[in-house]
């Protein structure tokens, strides 16, 4: 794919593709051009197809209080768009609640929604209103009841905007909610569809405009690369606000951990490093623990990769050998990882419980049964790969701070780490790690490729040597860069599905250079060069399918990790500086298409400023000399002060050859929704899916080509049904279906262990529930009884109406012991704004139980502290406990 243009020659491709072409000084992309006028100008004549080509057929669905509850998944309403001869709008008809529509009316060829077409869309909830009446609540399709002091909304999500798939964001989006003004139980709405001041559009022309002349100035033989250099230099600089801590991006004010770690891994150390110590700083918690975002469930410990600080923390001391720093990040580390040591390390796997890394979005990637506490007991390539090495970083900071001990215990946790992500992760046949394991009493690994956590497994050294090589060879690689995941989700719009980030394309090319595939990293650098030319922005993502940034759900301008990449491709990758305790040392890798003359100047590094040269391609240094003489190690040292120049010489001799796998943009088949009556396992029949593979207790059962299938029932059991089409391509396993002996276990009420509470929720079971929070029932004992022995799932029945699914920061963290033994930690994630009506269960804790009574205790414990510090409240109904073995 590639060809090696001679120097200056704007004519030849430096890479191409089907799908676009890199030249020296412009991106072509069919009609669509971006060129380098200059090293400080751009054009681009990019429009985006999004409006132009939208079809009129519209999918659509109900939703009370922002949750997907009113039919299965994958069965939406249809109407076609197209107003009536000498009508203004389109009028639906009424659409009882639960009750599918589809308008059959013919779309001819060719024809798209026209602009500004209204769309009149009434629900009729009388059914629902009645239900409220006679019995207090309505039960959704799903069996979930829905309690009428809960509801608040009702609104409806789409496929075309201004309608959106993400129900967890509807309550932020008030034009989409229904009213009822005359109280005769049809809501109503009109939308306007296909608006052309919602039309998406980029600039034509970016020019510099702002001096950034005290950054390192970069040239090469290559105009488009400078261009690009210089544009995400001025981002960098409008991505710093006045109280001197980073903005995330354009649309993203504030300080969110994970996004400046991972901007201030790729760039921002070396590039303004006191504003990535504020911004760092801003994200620590009072009592000293590093904040986890706001996010699922409540954030922490649903999601645990705020561990990413730690890797951005020792890469401003590597960076500046602030000592200072190093004494007050270290404190902060070790109290976080220590922390997430009682609330989210498995000691069954080695792993580490949580969220995957920056994907934080439940629908787009993770099967729509998880719930929140689904996610947390889930096991993360990512997020294990930012525990790994975030205590490899500990263990290194305690080293130069002289603490043995500390070093030596966090070097076993990386080692633990490590030897389960190998065990349980690994893909033998595929040649790269699985996303994730997850599941509920048992875990299976779904085999789909996380590109962020594949990235760092190899650049963190989770992989190494061949495997390392297999990981860049062998993840598949989509037309326009690495998507998030592979393959992608069906019926998911894109954003972290079907999506390509260009941050994390940056993370795949530092796993490229570093593992010398000059294949890959070539592909990678015009996978990021590409969007931010024709963009004439870093974006923060944009769609695999199609490589365009408007299809995406949610997407921002001026975005700080995107243009932290885009440098870190200059100083990690071509110059290949790596900041050690004492040295900077150099591992440059130019990619043969890339071959030429470039420099760097006024590089500062401690107290020394740089003017660095480059010639040549390759991955080895044939001559590397400081103010012309020979540099030993290719290390610049710490103590080195004043101006100097390196010269770099490269052996312009390619790697040994190395693979990409690139692959079409596939989609999984749907995850199959499973009953069980009458001893039989029954669901629906998939078109174009001829196989379904039936799991029993997380292992294989048996595949056939029916959608039904007798079990047992004497014995416990779970099973779950995969989709598997005939590329081999498996869906997500089906939710979790307890069967047979024990399925419902025995249950303890806890108003018998505490006072029950004087609040008027709905939905409980016996005579009352139990509060929680950080001032009362700080500890329960409850007494349970087995009748013989075995190994037992212990979770509780709560509700936690603190917030909503998918944000803020409440959620609810215990720990359960049997005396002073801890068995786990309990976690209780929000589920609804106010829905203390709304009742779901726990993570289930599993406790080995002799024959006999056995009080286990629920306790607030330091280590239980959340992210929000002042509320760490849930309602509590009773304790299950179940016979699994």
Request: glycine share 8%; aromatic share 10%; proline share 6%.
């Amino acid at each position: 794919m590639a060809d090696t243009p001679t120097t200056n020659d704007n004519s030849a491709a430096i890479w191409q593709s089907d799908a676009y072409k890199l030249f020296r000084d412009r991106v072509e992309q069919g009609a669509y051009v971006a060129k380098a006028v200059s090293r400080t100008e751009l054009t681009s004549n990019y429009q985006s197809p999004a409006n132009a080509f939208q079809s009129p057929e519209i999918s659509f669905k109900f939703s009370i209080n922002g949750k997907d509850n009113e039919m299965p998944a994958g069965l939406n309403h249809t109407v076609v768009a197209m107003p009536e001869a000498g009508a203004t709008a389109v009028e639906m008809p009424v659409i009882p609640f639960g009750q599918h529509y589809r308008d059959a009316t013919p779309v001819p060829a060719n024809t798209y929604l026209a602009p500004n077409t209204p769309l009149k869309i009434r629900l009729d909830l009388r059914a629902v209103l009645a239900a409220f009446k006679k019995q207090g609540y309505y039960t959704a399709f799903n069996g979930d009841k829905i309690y009428q002091q809960d509801f608040k909304h009702v609104f409806v999500a789409g496929d075309a905007a201004p309608l959106s798939w993400d129900f967890d964001n509807l309550v932020n989006k008030p034009e989409l909610e229904l009213k009822d003004p005359d109280g005769d139980g049809i809501y109503e709405v009109t939308l306007t569809l296909n608006q052309p001041q919602a039309a998406k559009t980029t600039a034509t022309q970016w020019k510099k405009s702002i001096n950034t002349d005290d950054f390192p100035q970069y040239t090469s033989d290559y105009p488009l690369s400078d261009a690009l250099y210089n544009l995400a230099l001025e981002e960098a600089r409008r991505a710093v606000e006045p109280d001197s801590t980073f903005r995330t991006g354009k649309e993203w004010a504030g300080v969110w951990t994970r996004d400046i770690s991972y901007s201030i891994i790729l760039a921002q150390a070396s590039l303004q490093p006191r504003v990535a110590m504020n911004s760092l700083m801003r994200k620590v918690s009072p009592d000293g623990r590093i904040i986890q975002d706001t996010g699922t469930g409540g954030a922490y410990p649903c999601s645990t990769d705020r561990m990413i600080w730690a890797t951005a923390a020792w890469e401003i001391y590597q960076v500046t050998g602030d000592q200072a720093w190093l004494r007050q990040v270290y404190p902060i580390i070790r109290k976080s990882i220590e922390d997430d040591v009682q609330n989210a390390y498995d000691p069954q796997t080695g792993m580490v419980k949580g969220e995957s890394s920056f994907l934080d979005w439940r629908e787009q990637t993770y099967p729509r049964w998880m719930q929140p506490v689904d996610i947390y007991e889930s096991e993360n390539l990512g997020t294990n790969a930012v525990h790994y090495h975030a205590n490899v970083v500990l263990a290194e900071m305690a080293q130069q701070l002289g603490d043995q001990t500390v070093a030596a215990k966090h070097q076993k946790l990386a080692s633990q780490i490590k030897e389960g992500v190998n065990k349980h992760l690994w893909q033998a046949d595929k040649g790269y790690y699985g996303q994730y394991l997850y599941g509920r009493l048992n875990r299976i690994l779904s085999p789909r490729a996380e590109a962020l956590g594949e990235g760092l497994s190899v650049l963190f050294g989770l992989a190494e040597g061949e495997r390392a090589q297999q990981v860049v060879a062998k993840t598949p690689i989509t037309a326009y860069g690495i998507s998030c995941i592979y393959p992608q989700i069906p019926g998911i719009p894109p954003y972290h599905n079907n999506a390509v980030w260009p941050f994390v394309q940056s993370f795949w090319a530092l796993a490229a250079a570093k593992v010398g595939n000059d294949a890959s990293l070539t592909e990678s650098m015009a996978a990021i060069y590409r969007p931010a030319a024709l963009f004439l922005t870093n974006k923060e993502n944009f769609v695999a399918e199609n490589g365009d940034f408007a299809g995406t759900q949610i997407n921002s301008s001026n975005m700080l990790w995107s243009l932290s990449g885009s440098l870190g491709l200059v100083y990690k990758v071509l110059f290949g500086m790596q900041f050690e305790p004492n040295r900077l040392v150099f591992h440059p890798f130019v990619p043969q298409a890339f071959q030429g003359q470039r420099k760097l100047t006024g590089f500062h590094y401690r107290g020394a400023v740089l003017d660095i040269e480059l010639q040549g391609f390759g991955n080895e240094l044939s001559s590397i000399t400081l103010d012309g003489q020979p540099l030993p190690g290719a290390a610049v040292p710490a103590n080195l002060t004043g101006r100097h120049t390196v010269r770099m010489v490269l052996s312009s001799k390619a790697p040994q050859e190395a693979s990409i796998s690139r692959v079409p943009n596939r989609f999984t088949p749907e995850m199959p929704v499973v009953s069980f009556a009458n001893n039989r396992l029954t669901w629906a029949r998939q078109e174009g899916v001829k196989t379904y593979k039936v799991l029993k207790d997380g292992q294989p059962l048996t595949t056939t080509a029916s959608t039904e299938l007798a079990v047992s029932v004497a014995a416990f059991a779970v099973y779950q049904v995969m989709a598997v089409d005939d590329l081999g391509l498996e869906s997500f396993a089906s939710e979790p279906l307890p069967v047979g002996a024990q399925a419902s276990g025995q249950q303890y009420q806890l108003e018998t262990a505490a006072p029950k509470a004087s609040l008027s929720y709905k939905g409980f079971t016996g005579n009352g529930f139990v509060e929680i929070s950080k001032t009362k029932n700080r500890t329960l004992t409850i007494p349970v009884t087995v009748a013989e022995p075995g190994l037992y799932a212990v979770d509780f029945r709560y509700a936690n109406g603190n917030g909503p699914t998918n944000t803020n920061n409440k959620c609810a963290i215990r720990a359960l012991r049997q005396g002073s033994k801890l068995l786990g930690t309990i976690v209780l994630p929000q589920r609804g704004v106010e829905e203390w009506s709304n009742w779901g269960f726990t993570n289930a804790v599993l406790v080995r139980l002799e024959k006999g009574t056995h009080p286990l205790t629920l306790a607030f414990e330091p280590a239980n502290e959340n992210m929000n510090g002042e509320v760490n409240q849930a309602m509590l109904d009773y304790l299950r406990v179940r016979r699994v073995q």
